[in-house]
């Protein structure tokens, strides 16, 4: 049986990257003198959030497959595909705040793990329910 323990550092490690998204947020906050609830203001800030809020939006679309992969097919290829898609959120974020034009090579990266884990945890759950109305 598996543990899933190297999914579970993933998932980990996932969050930790929106956390450390979360506190680039406030960084930026503090580095343009704009406080919340404003969200306006700095196009620095606003593309700093736009990264963080992104991040969250991909969130769902990453972990559920990646679980479902792993539980299904492989939890290290899952965990291998995790660590690519931070890579890729990670890249993408420093992109997109150095200047939105900078983003697409992380989102690139982070979207193919994303389809890899999606269609390949959906492509074995076909496989095993066929194999088990057989």
């Known amino acids: 049986m598996q543990t899933h323990a190297s999914v579970a550092i993933v998932s980990l490690l996932a969050l930790l990257l929106y956390f450390w998204m979360a506190l680039q947020v406030g960084a930026a906050r503090g580095k343009c003198g704009i406080q919340a609830p404003a969200m306006t203001g700095d196009p620095v800030l606003e593309r700093t959030i736009r990264a963080h809020y992104n991040t969250l939006e991909w969130l ?15 939890d290290l290829v899952a965990a291998a595909l995790g660590l690519v ?17 900078k983003r697409s090579t992380g989102f690139f990266i982070q979207g193919l793990a994303v389809a890899v884990l999606l269609f390949g945890a959906l492509g074995r759950l076909i496989y095993v329910l066929a194999i088990t109305r057989a």
Request: charged share 10%; net charge positive.
């Open 60 to 74: 769902p679309l990453f972990l559920v497959p990646l679980w479902i992969f792993a539980i299904y097919w492989s």
């Open 85 to 101: 898609w931070i890579v890729g959120r990670f890249i993408y974020q420093r992109g997109y705040v150095a200047d939105p034009g």
